[in-house]
């Protein structure tokens, strides 16, 4: 059993999407140790005793991750099938580097494959969401 199979199946989360199942697309991406990882290939023993994160655990309907926030705010984007994964990846990025540039963003958002054509928007509003972060803006 792969690690997104017992996400999506046992424990019920459904965040994490499957897309390819060859770690091509993204969508099913999550944290492990802090660290963004594709969890369609990676059998589920790997993650035995180590923090998995998905985009569930980012923030609450009533207190938002700034991520998510910024996402709304910058229409950042469609149809959403990538979204979980690339918001697991720019929360890792903002955690080890909370002011990234640019191409920062674009690196580290760079294994997902969003087919909507809201790359641009996605980076602004990671951007604005590690301005939010720091506290140089509002929500």
């Not at 792969?2 to 019920?12: D, E, I, S, V, Y």
């Not at 140790?33 to 994160?53: I, K, N, Q």
């Not at 991750?65 to 910058?74: C, G, K, M, N």
């Not at 602004?124 to 939010?132: D, G, K, P, S, T």
């Amino acid at each position: 059993m792969t690690l997104l199979q017992a996400l999506r199946g046992p424990l019920g989360l459904s965040g994490p999407r499957f897309g390819c199942g060859q770690e091509a697309c993204g969508s099913c991406y999550v944290t492990l140790d802090g660290e963004p990882r594709a969890s369609c290939t990676l059998p589920v023993e790997a993650a035995a005793g180590r923090a998995v994160g998905t985009v569930e655990g980012l923030g609450r309907p009533e207190a938002p991750h700034p991520l998510q926030s910024a996402f709304l705010a910058e229409q950042a984007g469609q149809c959403g099938y990538c979204l979980s994964g690339i918001l697991v990846s720019a929360a890792a990025l903002l955690a080890r580097n909370p002011a990234p540039d640019e191409a920062a963003v674009r690196a580290a958002l760079e294994p997902h494959l969003c087919r909507c054509g809201a790359h641009n928007r996605m980076i602004r509003a990671v951007l604005r969401a590690a301005r939010v972060m720091r506290g140089e803006m509002a929500a």
